[in-house]
């Protein structure tokens, strides 16, 4: 963890070290929205995400050969998955206005103790527009992309 005065600044990764991330944010951890997706995927991953619209994160590939980007349901987020240990590191959509992430928490490089229990989620209902919307508004601004 670093701190500046855009934020502090918490890593992460897979297991392998092959995926590295930076998440910079003026949120204390304990301000943080801890979400478990209950689709498929999140569940099969036990996932636990977060993201800030005010933040940023940076992505860094070791092995740009290990980055697997998976697409499921509308197809309208790519899943970051190492190919090499296996890990589900967060999800990224891009529009015109850039690249936007949420990162899978389980990945934190140090533990956070004062984060919140995840809050289970479930986007079923959502409608294609509704889905990019919601993660355009909500998920952090990538400025480093992968």
Known sequence: MTGADTGTSYEGGCHCGAIRWRFTTRLAPSQ??????????????????TSDPQGSVDFYLNEPHALQRYRF?????????????????????????????TLNLNTLTTAIEDLDDPVPVSYDAEAKDERIARRISRWTPVITAV
């Open 73 to 101: 349901a509308y197809g309208c987020a790519q899943f970051l998955v190492c190919t090499v240990c296996g890990v589900y590191i967060g999800a990224v959509i891009e529009d015109a206005r850039g690249m936007f992430a």
């Open 32 to 49: 943080w929205p801890v979400r478990a997706c209950q689709c498929s995927f999140c569940r099969a991953h036990a996932a636990n995400c």
